[in-house]
C-alpha cells in the first residue's frame, strides 16, 4: 500500500469513533487490505477507513445528512469552505442554526448548507455529540468553546483529495443492500451501533428510529451469511453478554476503550469479531 497521507483524518467527531482503538483493530485484520475492496456499511466519522486509506471501497451509512458531507467534501469542496467560514461561534447562532431542521423549508437548503451545518453544529456541540430525536430532529446542545475548529481546511482539502484519487463508492441506505452487492473480493468492516452495557449508556441516535436488539439479531444473520460465501469481516461492538453470546461461534477479542461520551465516565469494553 502507498505511503498514507497523515492529514486524512476524520474531519466530524462521531459516538463510537475508533481513533483510539486504531492499533487494536488493524492489529485483528484477518487480510492485507490492499489485495481487497474495503466495504464500511457503518461509516460513520470514518476513522478505520481513513486510517487505511483504500484504493478501492463502498463506504455507506443510514445517515443521510451525514453522507451529504463526504459527498459534498468531495463534490464541492471550494463553496464547502466558504460557507463554514460564514459561521459564528455564538449560541444565539448556534440554536437558530440547529433549529433549522424544524422548519417546513429545511428541504430548501443546498447539499452545499445542509453539510456546512452539519460540520459546524458538529464542532460547536457541547462534546462534539451527533444526535437526533425521535423526528429526527438535531438536539445536542451548545458546547461554549472558544475557538472551535469549524473551518479546518488542512484536513477537509486532503479527504478530498483521498475521495477523488481513489475509487471510493458513497452510498446512503440500508446496510443490508450494501451487503448484497458484495462478493469475496470484498472485506467487510461493521462498527454499528453498539448495544448499550446499561440502561443508562444506551445511545442510539445517530438516525431517527435509533437502533434495538433485534437489529443486533438481523445483524449478526447478516455476518453468517458474510461467512457462508467465505467473505472476511471484522465487526466492532460492546462487550456484553449479549453480544459475546451471540456471536460465540466467532472469533473474539475483547479490549478496552474509554469513552468521552458517557454520563458515568465508565470504561466501556470493545468486542472484535472476525469469520472464523
Known amino acids: ?3 498514507s497521507n497523515k492529514l486524512v483524518t476524520p474531519f466530524l467527531k462521531w459516538v463510537g469513533g475508533k481513533r483510539q482503538l486504531m492499533h487494536s483493530i488493524v492489529e485483528h485484520l ?38 451529504n458531507v463526504y459527498l459534498v467534501i468531495k463534490n464541492n469542496l471550494d463553496e464547502l ?20 431542521d424544524r422548519q417546513a423549508d429545511f428541504k430548501n437548503l443546498t447539499n452545499i448548507q445542509r453539510a456546512s451545518r ?34 479546518n481546511e488542512p484536513t477537509l482539502k486532503a479527504v478530498n483529495k483521498f475521495l477523488n484519487s481513489n475509487n471510493i463508492e458513497i452510498k446512503s441506505g440500508d446496510y443490508m443492500e450494501v451487503l448484497k452487492e458484495i462478493d469475496k473480493k470484498c472485506f467487510v468492516y461493521l462498527d454499528p ?23 443486533q439479531v438481523d445483524l449478526k444473520t447478516a455476518c453468517d451469511e458474510l461467512h457462508k460465501k467465505g467473505i472476511k469481516f471484522l465487526l466492532s461492538n460492546s462487550s456484553t453478554g449479549f453480544i459475546e453470546d451471540l456471536y460465540k461461534d466467532y472469533n473474539i477479542s475483547v479490549v478496552k ?7 458515568n465516565g465508565l470504561n466501556r469494553g470493545e468486542v472484535f469479531k472476525m469469520a472464523a
Open 30 to 67: 484477518p487480510i492485507n487490505i490492499k489485495d481487497y475492496k474495503y466495504v464500511e456499511p457503518f461509516i460513520g466519522g470514518g476513522a478505520v477507513f481513513f486510517n487505511l486509506q483504500p484504493k478501492n471501497a463502498i463506504i455507506n451509512d443510514l445517515n443521510d445528512e451525514l453522507i
Open 257 to 263: 476503550a474509554n469513552r468521552a461520551i458517557n454520563s
Open 81 to 100: 469552505i466558504s460557507d463554514l467560514k460564514k459561521h459564528k461561534n455564538e449560541a444565539e447562532y448556534f440554536y437558530a442554526i440547529r433549529g433549522l
Open 193 to 215: 451501533p453498539y448495544h448499550p452495557i446499561s440502561i443508562n449508556s444506551n445511545f442510539t441516535g445517530y438516525v431517527q428510529g435509533g437502533w434495538n436488539i433485534y437489529d
Open 118 to 151: 452539519v460540520i459546524f453544529l458538529n464542532k460547536t456541540c457541547f462534546n462534539g455529540l451527533y444526535r437526533v430525536n425521535n423526528a429526527g430532529e438535531f438536539n445536542a446542545p451548545y458546547g461554549r468553546y472558544k475557538n472551535p475548529n469549524i473551518v
Open 1 to 3: 500500500m502507498a505511503k
